[in-house]
Every structure is written in structure tokens, then in C-alpha cells.
């Protein structure tokens, strides 16, 4: 007969390698191949595109050097789920893992499935055929529900790393460092092909636009969202051996990585590309790849892309599921969500919901509206978290403290401060999606008074 559930612990089965893969894999998405285009349009030139990456970086350092002492300190699962109950009562974790779940990582999970999709239709065009239109005016513009192939491709993508990370947290993170480290390696190789092999552009003086500081804020939130997802170590903190140990090296070392990583690549970029070319392409890195290499270079790029996507879409899953579990284990979400599977030592049912529910989100088409609209809500949440660690440290002097923040109180004041800025833009810039987003959360308030009263 199998135990109660109740006496069922996550086992510690994650070492240094896939605790700090989380971290490289998850951050390094699309987002390599992507970003600079926007960024070269908002702050004109390559030297203040450099400029931006390196104050991304140490925003999001910052963050790592925080969350890193909370981490260190209270290793249990659900990450920021239990940093913000600590330092500010339930409802403030409660709300974090109802964004997380329903809206945030669901919406992030399905995102990252579908792009995996439409690198995969460039060498399998069919894929982005329409194949049964849903006639109710609820897809775009007011439209029907267009069903493709690739979406099909993309949910059986979602549900295969479900059932992965299902059968085990160390067969989820030995996938994990194996696949960031084929990740890595491949865009070395782009980034040795760009310094290397192809041929320097020839100087230009003028810039693409014109510098302003709403530019530079707007340059800034490309390349935050770009560095985003190194925290997502700490939510998995259950399950990492040595924690107080592994967990601050993850989450430092890996953010370092991220930072090298992506000046690396700029700079291979923009030794081949003009800044007016790199201002017009959206798939950057191909395009690079494609004048060093021909049709094979943009080729290898798709495929580099395809494996960054997938460490990415694994590490969401394997790390996401754990914030409403942790939740629900307390009262404050479905209690099902909270069981842990007897023989494989995982959530097992919060894995199968987080990734049915990014499925859905998958076929409705919906997920990047969500997710956009919940920028706003998410960075209110990450800079409390880092203010978590002042407000600890008060609140909770005697807390056992393996890691102390380097730089305390400055760093983690520079990272709220951090989220101030984008937050004050993402109101400015987008007001209503602000409000929407604020509301999807706050929709979370009557579970939450329900939950509360019904713990045991």
C-alpha cells in the first residue's frame, strides 16, 4: 500500500551541474537570437548596445547575489513562493504561485513550445499549415482558432518533457545538463564563426537612431527579459544536494556565464553585420551565419535555436512545477497538486497540470497576450523578493545565513531599483495591460480567502 502522501519528501538527487544548467539552460532561450535587433533600434549604436547588455547583467547579478542568500537559507521548493511568505505573510507567496501557474510560466512553457515549432517548420514547412479552423471569434483580430500542425508538434513537445521529468528530478537534470552543455557549445561555435571566420563589416560613423533615455529603459527591458529565468534554480531547491553550497555557486556562476555568454555573441554579431543590418533582421544570428556559411550556417542556427529552446522549455518544467506544489502542500492551492509521486519522489501532479494547462494555452493562441500581460505583475513580486533579504535580515536576525549577500544592502537595492524603472516604463508604455495584469492576479484573491479557511 502505498505511504501517505504526507510523509512522501522530495529527494535530493541534483547536484552542482544541473543546478547551475537551470540556470544557463532556462535563461538562454530565443532570446540570443532575437533581442539585438530591437535593442540597435531603441539605443542606436553598437557601443550603447554593449552599454545595455552589461547594466542587464549586473541588474540581473544582483538579483543572483539576493536571492542567493534567500536560497542558501531556506532551501525549500517553490523558490520566491516562500522568500515572499517569509518576509511578508501567505498572501503574498499565494499570489506568486497563482501568476506563476496559471498565467507566468504556463504562458512562458508555451511560448518557448511554440517557437521550438517555428525554427523546426523551417525545415519542415508543412508544419505551419492550418489544418481545422474552430469557429468562434476568439483568436486573433476576432477571428476563428487556427489549428496547426506545429502546435500539434509543440504539445506532444511539452507533455514528452512532462513525462520525463515525471519518471524523476534526476533524470529531468541529467537531460538538463546534457542538453545546455550541447547548447553551449554550438553557440560557441556561431560566436567563434562571427569572430573568426567572417568578414568584418566596414565602419560606420552614423548611428541607426538617435540616443534617448527612453530608448536606452525600453533597450533595457529587451535585454532584462533576455537575462530572465535565473532564478528559477531556487525553485527547485528542495532537491539540490549540499544547498547551502550549490545553490548561491548555481545561481552566481551560472549568471556570470549568461553575461559572457551574450557579449560574446553581440560581438561576434555586430564584427559581421553593419548596425542598419542588424536593425532589420529579426533572426540576426542566421543572418550572420548565413553570409560566413551560406544556406548551411542559417541551418546550423535554426538547430542551435531548437536546442536552446528545449533546455529552456525542460528547465521550465522541471523548476515551474515545483511553485505550485509548494503552494498547494500548504493549503493554498489544490490539494492534489501537493502529492508527491511514492515511487519517483516528484510532483507528479503538479507537473501533468502546469503542462496540460500551457497545452491549452498552446491551442488557444493566447499565450504571448498573457504573457506580456502579466510583465507587470511578475517584477512587482521580483523586487519584493530581493527586498525580502532587508527585510529578513530584520525581521529574522537569527536565521541560519550560510550565504550573506556580497555588497548588502547596496545590491539588492540596486536590484529594486532595477525593477522599479521597468516597472515605472511598463505603466507609462502600457497602462492598460498593466491594469490586466494586475487583475489576473488580484482574480486569485477569493481562492486564496477560501484556501485560508479551509487549512488544516
Known sequence: MDQPSTVIELKRDLGAWPAASIVVGTVIGS???LVPQSMIQHVGSVRMVFAVWMVAGLLSLAGALSYAELAAAMPEAGGEYVYLREAYGPLWGF??????????????????????????????????????????????????????????????????????????????????????????????????????LGQAHAPQAASVAPLTFAGFVAALVAALWAYDGWNNVSMVASEIRSPQRNLPRSLI??????????????AAYFRVLAPGEVAGSSRVAAQMMGRILDGFGANAVSIAAMISIFAALNGSILSGSRVPYAAAREGYFFAAVGKIHPQHRTPGVSIVALSL?????????KYDDLFNLVIFA??????????????LRSKEPDLPRPYRTVGYPFVPLLFVLGAVILLATTLIDRPRESVIGLGLMAAGLPFYFHWRRNRT
Not at 253 to 266: E, P, Q
Not at 357 to 365: D, E, H, N, R
Request: charged residues 5%; aromatic residues 14%; hydrophobic residues 60%.
Open 31 to 33: 532570446g540570443i537570437f
Open 378 to 391: 511578475s517584477w512587482i513580486l521580483y523586487g519584493m523578493t530581493a527586498a525580502a533579504v532587508l527585510v
Open 95 to 196: 499570489l506568486y504561485s497563482w501568476t506563476q501557474m496559471w498565467v507566468a510560466k504556463s504562458g512562458s512553457i508555451a511560448t518557448l513550445a511554440t517557437g521550438f515549432f517555428l525554427y523546426l517548420a523551417n525545415f519542415f514547412p508543412g508544419l505551419d499549415s492550418v489544418f481545422y479552423r474552430v469557429p468562434l471569434p476568439v483568436g486573433p483580430d476576432g477571428g476563428p482558432i487556427e489549428l496547426r500542425y506545429g502546435q500539434v508538434c509543440a504539445i506532444v513537445l511539452i507533455l514528452a518533457l512532462a513525462w520525463l521529468n515525471f519518471y524523476g528530478v534526476k533524470l529531468g537534470g541529467d537531460v538538463q545538463t546534457a542538453v545546455t552543455v550541447l547548447k553551449v557549445l554550438l553557440i560557441a561555435l556561431i560566436i567563434l564563426a562571427g569572430l573568426g
Open 253 to 266: 556562476g551560472g549568471t556570470l556565464a549568461v553575461i559572457v555568454i551574450y557579449l560574446l555573441a553581440n
Open 357 to 365: 494547462w500551457a497545452c491549452l494555452l498552446v491551442l488557444s493562441g
